[in-house]
């Protein structure tokens, strides 16, 4: 276990206002209360990039591309050059070169790094997004720019990495950072942030499933996992405030062949810089 002294606090705080609205709509419509929080669950806020991402951000060829099963277009981010690729899948609110730290350290390796702004994150264009289309674009990123030696996802990008490889993306390994698990415990979280009433969890499951269709426990990280056959590493923290650690031994419980590094004193984001990590994630895809 990797341990780090620094204090740990969520990385993702929902402002008071939000909640003050979502509280006022539940005393008077359970419906706008329901529209209101599936609106702001499907809604990431754009950061603006920081200094230790501008390298990548500046020195990584950047062009757009259309995935044709969600009808958008995503920024694609093509970083360094070699006939070894790998694909880095930032997680919510995240961006393509939010994995910087890892990605400097694969093309030191002699790998070639792929990475993009899932649709309404970072440079790629729209105020909405889910999972479904995370994966559909690393399916797309596949087809266009594959095959990838290794997949590396953090938070929502390793659930959708997992769920990729169960719709038949082909690697070698995969690793997951920080990756959430069970969607029914990921949306009740979100409801307790909102400091609504925990029933809206399941008005919130009930309104993206008559929306979407199918069951939204079938992209659950541990339900993929059962799915798939090649080595998987888990990282997690045990302060993940985001998070709960208890997802990463879930799904390490479902994988059948996979490693478990737990660090302490990360986090949710600081996770995906440390050099002990990016150490541990050298060793496995090598």
Do not use: C
Request: glycine share 6%.
């Amino acid at each position: 276990m990797s341990k780090n002294t620094n204090k740990v606090v969520p990385s993702q705080k929902i402002p008071k206002i939000i909640s003050v609205i979502a509280q006022f709509l539940q005393a008077f419509s359970t419906k706008l209360a329901t529209l209101y929080a599936a609106k702001l669950f499907t809604t990431p806020i754009r950061h603006k990039i920081p200094k230790r991402e501008l390298a990548m951000d500046q020195n990584s060829q950047q062009f757009p591309l259309f995935v044709p099963k969600i009808n958008k277009e995503i920024v694609v981010y093509e970083y360094g050059a070699s006939n070894k690729k790998v694909l880095l899948v930032h997680g919510w609110s995240g961006r393509g070169t939010q994995l910087v730290k890892i990605a400097d350290a694969l093309l030191e390796k002699g790998f070639m790094v792929y990475s993009f702004d899932a649709p309404a994150h970072g440079k790629s264009k729209g105020n909405f997004s889910i999972m479904p289309e995370f994966i559909a674009s690393i399916l797309e990123m596949e087809q266009k720019y594959g095959p990838f030696e290794y997949a590396i996802g953090h938070s929502l990008g390793g659930m959708s990495i997992l769920n990729a490889i169960k719709q038949n993306l082909v690697v070698k390994k995969a690793v997951t950072i920080g990756s959430g698990d069970i969607i029914q415990d990921i949306i009740d979280d979100f409801v307790k942030n909102l400091k609504l009433k925990p029933e809206y969890g399941l008005r919130i499951k009930d309104h993206f499933e008559t929306k979407f269709g199918g069951e939204m426990d079938d992209y659950s990280a541990y339900k993929a996992a059962q799915m798939v056959q090649i080595p998987v590493l888990v990282i997690h923290d045990q302060n993940d405030e985001d998070v709960s650690v208890n997802s990463a031994y879930h799904i390490d419980k479902h994988l059948v062949h996979s490693e478990l590094f737990i660090t302490e004193g990360l986090g949710h984001l600081k996770i995906v810089g440390d050099p002990s990590v990016i150490e541990t994630i050298l060793k496995f895809i090598e």
